[in-house]
């Protein structure tokens, strides 16, 4: 579960670049960038809740 948080942490800072380059300097390929950001970000999110609801069982 350790690298599951490591792999988030890692999306987030990904997708906080991304969208700042986009809305500060208009970059359309940082933009595209953040969305999948958020999509992997999204999924590991979900992995998350179930890795979590299956520990504390």
Do not use: H, P, T, Y
Request: aromatic share 4%; glycine share 4%.
């Amino acid at each position: 579960m350790k690298k599951l948080v490591e792999k988030i942490n890692a999306n987030i800072e990904l997708f906080q670049v991304n969208a700042a380059a986009q809305l500060n300097k208009g970059n359309k390929a940082a933009g595209a960038r953040a969305r999948k950001a958020a999509l992997a970000l999204m999924k590991d999110l979900k992995e998350f809740r179930k890795a979590s609801v299956e520990a504390a069982k």
